[in-house]
């Protein structure tokens, strides 16, 4: 079983950057990918970008394309979401979650395995 425990949001101005952490624990190294996901009030969960543990593949929502980085520290069985040129519409609940056997490669929450609890990003003047 993965545990997964986000931290990094909070409060930010448009075009602000804003770094979240997963911190993964359990059997995290068997895991295939871990994913961000985001979902604001009213809509529907969508996938932001996720990252294959054994070599770092990365893939990205269109959306965040050339302003979100994601990153891994496998000997800290960490995972990262560099946001920049933050924008109101990207308020949301970031979740990170992590697919265990590739099924949900790339951004397929429903293939996802384990859930963290979500973390608030708020992108507000």
């Known amino acids: 079983q993965v545990h997964l425990v986000e931290s990094g949001g909070g409060l930010v101005q448009p075009g602000g950057s804003l770094r979240l952490s997963c911190a993964a624990s359990?059997?995290?190294?068997?895991?295939?990918?871990i994913g961000w996901f985001r979902q604001a009030p009213g809509k529907t969960r969508e996938g932001v970008s996720c990252?294959?543990?054994?070599?770092?593949?990365?893939r990205y929502s269109d959306s965040v394309k050339g302003r979100f980085t994601i990153s891994r520290d496998t000997a800290k069985n960490m995972v990262y979401l560099e946001m920049n040129s933050l924008k109101p519409e990207n308020t949301a609940v970031y979740s990170c979650?992590?697919?265990?056997?590739?099924?949900?490669?790339?951004?397929?929450?429903?293939?996802?395995?384990?859930w963290g609890q979500g973390t608030q990003v708020t992108v507000s003047s």
């Open positions: 979650a992590a697919d265990v056997d590739g099924s949900g490669w790339p951004l397929y929450a429903g293939r996802y395995d384990y």
């Open positions: 359990g059997f995290s190294l068997d895991a295939y990918a």
């Open positions: 990252i294959a543990i054994s070599d770092g593949r990365t």
